[in-house]
């Protein structure tokens, strides 16, 4: 009885944190989308310091006082600058793709994003030489063609947009890259929310001089529509939060499942949020879009599957 009793409890556990998962990745994009694009809030810069921020400090709390996480103390000069290396990169990747919000619908740009594997392979091989089987890299074929049909059937495409989403994803693929180089030893190796703790400020410290040089009237626009709308502050201390929260429920189902559930929850989480952007913020969807992105992610789910078969 009791046996059945744990093993009840620990699936309502982690069913619970998979949906708490799936809500703030979704949530944080949704909300990135409204700001940036339906609320007049046009400063991307801005947005991504308000997530560092809020990561900081809930980073902070949660593993020196909530013990979430062990505290991984840093040990040596060379260690914080490869993490300030890899923070650079994660703040290039996050401030491209909220700018692409600003001029691409969610769909598009989720179905942008699902080439990261394209970009992974990629990089893994002109940085590190590594290798995949053929079949894997012919997974990746669909990938890419996906994307390309995607592109020519979106109605609201615009180019400086999708430039900017490709670099983020491409960045994103590069970070992910570079941090299996520059923390390879076993003394160095951070777990994520560690990582996060001293990524965060470092992206404040490079975003900061940033948002005065890129964004100047940032504040008196800010002040302006939280006049104009009285939940603009809520919005955006509920949309960093959520930035962290995102991070932080990846780690925990990362450690309470499997790779391949993981992998399989991470393909079915972009699907929804289309879905759920397309019934929030009705743009346009064309046949042609649908198929590409079907085709983006069907390639994504068969380069994982051959990847995980071939290792």
Not at 8 to 28: A, E, H, K
Not at 257 to 264: C, I, K, W
Request: with cysteine.
């Amino acid at each position: 009885m009791s046996a059945s009793s744990s093993s009840s409890s620990q699936i309502l556990f982690i069913s619970s944190l998979i949906i708490l998962w799936y809500s703030s990745n979704i949530g944080v994009l949704l909300l990135n989308k409204l700001l940036l694009s339906n609320y007049g809030f046009k400063f991307p810069i801005f947005l991504t310091m308000c997530h560092m921020s809020a990561s900081s400090i809930l980073s902070y709390i949660s593993i020196v006082f909530l013990k979430i996480a062990p505290l991984q103390k840093i040990k040596s000069r060379s260690q914080f600058l490869r993490i300030a290396t890899l923070s650079i990169v994660f703040c290039a990747s996050v401030v491209g793709g909220n700018i692409s919000l600003r001029y691409l619908p969610v769909s598009f740009n989720q179905a942008v994003g699902a080439t990261t594997p394209f970009f992974t392979a990629l990089f893994a091989y002109l940085m590190t030489l590594k290798k995949e089987a053929l079949v894997t890299y012919c997974a990746l074929i669909p990938v890419v063609a996906g994307v390309i049909i995607a592109s020519g059937g979106e109605p609201s495409f615009h180019l400086y947009g999708f430039v900017m989403c490709i670099s983020a994803t491409a960045a994103r693929a590069f970070k992910s890259v570079l941090q299996g180089i520059l923390l390879s030893s076993e003394g160095e190796k951070l777990n994520s929310m560690n990582l996060l703790l001293y990524m965060s400020p470092v992206a404040i410290v490079v975003l900061l001089p940033a948002v005065f040089v890129m964004e100047p009237d940032v504040i008196e626009v800010t002040v302006s529509l939280a006049l104009e709308h009285r939940f603009m502050w809520v919005l955006l201390v509920v949309n960093s939060t959520m930035a962290y929260a995102a991070n932080l429920t990846n780690f925990l189902v990362t450690k309470n499942t499997s790779a391949l559930t993981l992998q399989v929850l991470g393909n079915a989480k972009g699907a929804v949020a289309v879905v759920i952007s397309i019934l929030l913020f009705r743009n346009p969807v064309t046949v042609v879009g649908i198929a590409g992105y079907s085709m983006t992610v069907m390639g994504v789910v068969a380069y994982g599957e051959t990847k995980r078969r071939n290792q």
